[in-house]
């Protein structure tokens, strides 16, 4: 699922590099980035999910607590650096 979203979101960006290329205007590829910025960021949220339910899980079944929290709360701080 997240490798499909990738591969569009390298298809949308090959896209704006040719509008670029062929001189589109200025309002249609800058609709374009903000397509492809919104989808950056639904892909951020969904990769930070999976984190959750399978690495966060996994650490506390595992009894890493300290550990997984640490990580959790590192990868909280670069998703929100997003924005």
């Given at each position: 699922m997240?490798?499909?979203r990738l591969n569009k979101?390298?298809?949308?960006?090959?896209?704006?590099?040719?509008?670029?290329?062929?001189?589109?205007?200025?309002?249609?590829v800058l609709t374009q980035m903000n397509a492809v910025n919104g989808a950056l960021h639904k892909l951020s949220f969904l990769m930070?999910?999976?984190?959750?339910r399978h690495c966060?899980?996994?650490g506390m079944e595992n009894g890493q607590a300290d550990e997984t929290i640490e990580s959790l709360a590192e990868a909280i701080?670069?998703?929100s650096k997003m924005a």
């Open positions: 997240l490798t499909l979101l390298i298809g949308q960006l090959n896209g704006i590099k040719k509008m670029i290329e062929d001189g589109a205007a200025c309002e249609d930070l999910e999976a984190h959750v966060v899980r996994e701080e670069s998703f």
